[in-house]
């Protein structure tokens, strides 16, 4: 059988995917300040058979819906949030093989710097570290961070393409397998001929110097990406060795999961060699009624306004003033453009206002699979076929309470039908996502530039 990954997916924040459910009581994301909160759920989901804890991130509030942050602010939607790297390395003490995907914005930090940042983490972790690339879609990110408005869309991943160049040459090319020596007699830990300036010299980047940190285990972390416009499909096809879509259906997530394979193979590289993931929120019970149960309890909770809040900020579409029985339309914005796509372009169905708000205030934007774990495992086997997915990443509604529910009624249902290994595989995260070695393979682009 086909072998099904598994990350969970969460945020450094109060709510991540399900505004208003952190006032239910089993909810503990009012926690995810304290080092402990982390340190637990690392622990949960290693033992449990995940492969990573993929952490989103955002740098800016969301201020679309009703052109102001007040639903964001109280419903805690993604507000407040934290830096999703710095519990990194403290999670990492605390568990043997799992994961983590971490996401940084290219648009607000300098490569030389970031690369410092996930080589540090990457020797932290011996090995587990995946940097899931994002350019940004938040206006209000761009104008606290120095910008008078976001860069164009494409231009980002043009920007975004340099900066992978500037990164590849730091991690792969300044210095040489053997240039750490650590010889106590003649007194050099490190060969200075071993060591090389990148001298990069381009239109947004200017890097001369050698990289400041020795190589770690997987030299350029796991590459992750979730671009889905045409432009994003480009930049994913030629750097990313896992991408994140999302969407309502099946059949909505396939198309650019096609996009995304055959732009691959335009560019020489192995389509499969791409691990897809799309986002699911699981509601598990022991039993089909009491789970149906357990999210009748959860939509009691859920905020309609922090969802349409979170939609704005994706999307940079305003739904506050529509008639919440409008259908929805397409248009283009410099926002995260798959986010309207994937239900705009909805062949099965036309959205409204008011149902858009009720899909996304408990899951975002992939489905709510509800059930028991026969149930939920059947859901998940027919989305990796039918959608052609790897892997999950898994939101949650409560936390930590979904994903602990998960690890103890689904993950032994997919390790009975082989989905799942029985025992996690051990080495470095691109090697536990199929990867023969801890290097980018020889395949991808990155490896170009080692030396």
């Known amino acids: ?9 969460d ?4 709510g991540h995917q399900a505004p208003g459910l952190w006032r239910h009581p089993d909810d503990q994301g009012h926690r995810y300040r304290e080092l402990g909160y982390w340190t637990e759920l690392a622990k949960i989901l290693d033992s449990g058979g995940f492969d990573a804890l993929f952490l989103a991130d955002v740098l800016g509030v969301y201020d679309v819906y009703g052109g102001s942050r007040d639903a964001a602010v109280a419903d805690a939607a993604q507000f407040p949030v934290n830096d ?4 990194v390395s403290a999670m990492a003490a605390v568990t043997e093989t799992l994961g983590f995907g971490v996401t940084v914005s290219l648009t607000y930090e300098q490569p030389y710097a970031l690369a410092r940042r996930l080589t540090t983490l990457d020797h932290l972790t011996n090995g587990r570290v995946a940097w899931n690339i994002v350019t940004s879609y938040l206006d209000s990110a761009a104008r606290n961070l120095g910008l008078d408005a976001q860069i164009p869309h494409d231009e980002r991943y043009d920007v975004a ?32 001929a071993k060591v090389h300036d990148i001298g990069h010299e381009g239109r947004y ?14 030299r350029t972390p796991v590459l992750f990406q979730a671009g889905s416009s045409s432009r994003g499909v480009r930049f994913a096809a030629a750097h990313a060795e896992a991408v994140f879509v999302s969407g309502p259906t099946p059949q909505i997530v396939r198309g ?6 055959a732009a691959a193979a335009e560019q020489g590289r192995d389509p499969r060699a791409i691990k897809v993931f ?6 598990v019970a022991e039993t089909h009624d009491l789970a149906v149960a357990k999210l009748d309890e959860y939509r009691r909770f859920a905020s309609h306004s922090g969802a349409l809040a979170l939609f704005g900020g994706w999307t940079g579409v305003d739904l506050a003033d529509l008639d919440p029985d409008e259908p929805l339309r397409h248009v283009e914005t410099e926002a995260n453009r798959s986010a309207l796509a994937s239900f705009t372009k909805d062949s099965d169905r036309v959205w409204t206002t008011r149902e858009l708000a009720g899909e996304l205030g408990i899951g975002g934007r992939g489905p709510v699979l509800v059930g028991s774990p026969e149930e939920v495992a059947d859901e998940l086997e027919r989305w990796a076929d039918e959608a052609d997915v790897d892997g999950f990443n898994l939101a949650y509604a409560t936390t930590p309470g979904t994903f602990a529910d998960f690890a103890r009624l689904v993950v032994p249902e997919l390790r009975k039908r082989g989905r799942v290994p029985q025992e996690p595989e051990r080495g470095t995260l691109r090697e536990r996502l199929g990867s023969d070695g ?14």
């Open 1 to 9: 059988m086909t072998r099904i990954y598994l990350n969970a997916f």
């Open 11 to 14: 945020m450094a924040c109060v």
């Open 84 to 87: 999703p790297t710095l519990a």
């Open 161 to 192: 393409d340099e900066y992978l160049e500037v990164c590849y040459k730091l991690w792969e090319g300044s210095w040489e397998d053997s240039a750490v020596v650590r010889d106590r007699d003649r007194g050099v830990f490190t060969d200075p």
């Open 205 to 218: 980047f200017t890097v001369p110097g050698p990289f400041l940190c020795e190589p770690s285990p997987q």
């Open 256 to 261: 650019p999961v096609r996009a995304l394979r």
């Open 278 to 283: 799309t986002m699911a929120t699981p509601v």
């Open 438 to 451: 801890p290097l980018l393979p020889l395949s991808h682009p990155g490896a170009a530039y080692r030396r």
